[in-house]
């Protein structure tokens, strides 16, 4: 009878052996595969918070720039003033007394206005002898001359303006191109 048992033993030991070998390999397929479900849920809650920052710095850039550029409807709409004040100073005579205290008046709020555009951050843009450069101006005619490089800016017929360094008027301007051989100077209107 010991001999019997004996095999029992032994089948009783190979079955103790498979369950034990079979639960650990479950056990390391499992731990493998929670790690694995782990490093996912990692990889998308990094993305998740990169995508939160991501939005957060995006928004912060949009209210910037909001406040940062809020003022350009408004002035642009004030621009056509200044241009008036100045047109009338450039029109009326400094030597004519009759005029003197109302050309005054008009250098004074032409000065605060143009104080008050610089504190908002509107600057004019005075291109007269510098090269053309079509983001800042907009050529309305070309003028040959031998005096200056071809594309200086010869004239300034409008005075543009940025906001906080973004364009909001460009400058109206005559360009210089190189004369033509044997030609006089004159104005080329078709530019």
Known sequence: MAEEQRPDLQDQDDMVDQTVATPEGDLAARVASLEEQL????????RAA??????????EQDVEKAHKFALERFANDLLPIVD?????????????????????GIELTLKMFADTLARFQVVPVLPEGE??????????????????????VLKVFQKGYTLSGRLLRP?????SKAPAAGAPPSIDEQA
């Open 50 to 59: 990169a995508d939160v920052q991501n939005a957060r710095r995006r928004a």
């Open 84 to 104: 008036s004040l100045e047109r009338g100073l450039e029109l009326s005579s400094a030597d004519d007394p009759a005029i003197k205290p109302m050309r005054e």
């Open 131 to 152: 090269p053309f450069n079509p983001e800042l101006h907009q050529a309305m005619a070309m003028e040959e001359s031998t005096a200056v490089e071809p594309n200086t």
């Open 171 to 175: 400058a109206m301007v005559v360009v």
């Open 39 to 46: 490093a996912t849920v990692q990889d998308q809650a990094l």
